[in-house]
């Protein structure tokens, strides 16, 4: 199958910084990447979609401005989390499809956010 | 989005089949039935997708209800490697944001030596 990579795999940050996550495919061209976060014990919740070139489109409740998404090439997408907070700690996962897929989607191995 | 009912947990011995279910009653004729497994830390995984017929692939079996109201992930042989939350997830490929994976909270599996 198709490879996500994810960077870094964990990070460490202080309260009021900002922290960016790089979500790549590896060997197929991602037209459209999903965000999703995880808190623990609990499910997989998707926090914005994007599609290469054009700006996300956020889940309600998902604050636009505090998770900058930037998808700006067929390979790559990032997400910032801007003045990170201790309620934000939570595994962060990215997932992208390419074109011409018509049922996979490839996750990444996800980021591990901790804000102290 | 038509949800599915999965059990939160379930045990299975190693190297024996596991039989894991998900009850979909409000399905609609073009959801597909997807399976993803995502093991500890970890991203999820692609497991196997069917829409009416049975399905077979290198990782499982999947058997779909003739009413399509239920269906079962088979592992034909668990082993500790297979120890994971499975997510059971209905897509329509032709929806508006027919890409997106809704997940439940899915079963953990757990596989005992």
């Known amino acids: 199958g198709a490879v996500v990579s994810q960077h870094p795999s964990r990070v460490i940050c202080k309260s009021g910084t900002s922290v960016k996550i790089e979500c790549r495919s590896l060997d197929f061209q991602a037209t459209t990447m999903f965000w999703y976060r995880q808190f623990p014990k609990q499910s997989l919740m998707l926090m914005a979609t994007s599609n290469e070139g054009s700006k996300a489109t956020y889940e309600q409740g998902v604050e636009k401005d505090k998770f900058l998404i930037n998808h700006a090439s067929l390979t790559l997408s990032t997400l910032t989390v801007t003045s990170a907070h201790p309620e934000d700690s939570s595994f962060y996962i990215c997932?992208?499809?390419?074109?011409?897929?018509?049922?996979?989607?490839?996750f990444g191995p996800g980021t591990r956010l901790t804000v102290t | 989005d038509a949800k599915t009912t999965q059990p939160n947990s379930m045990e299975s011995n190693e190297e024996e089949p596991v039989h894991l279910p998900c009850n979909h009653s409000?399905?609609?004729?073009?959801?597909?039935i997807h399976w993803y497994r995502q093991l500890p830390s970890q991203g999820p995984e692609y497991v196997i997708h069917g829409l009416t017929s049975n399905v077979n692939n290198r990782m499982a079996s999947l058997a779909i209800a003739e009413d399509r109201k239920s269906s079962t992930l088979i592992l034909h042989r668990a082993t500790l490697r297979d120890a994971a939350v499975y997510y059971c997830i209905l897509r329509d490929p032709s929806g508006a944001g027919s890409y997106q994976l809704t997940f439940g909270k899915g079963t953990k599996l757990s596989v005992i030596p």
């Open positions: 409000t399905i609609s004729g073009t959801d597909y």
């Open positions: 997932s992208a499809r390419g074109g011409g897929m018509t049922y996979e989607q490839y």
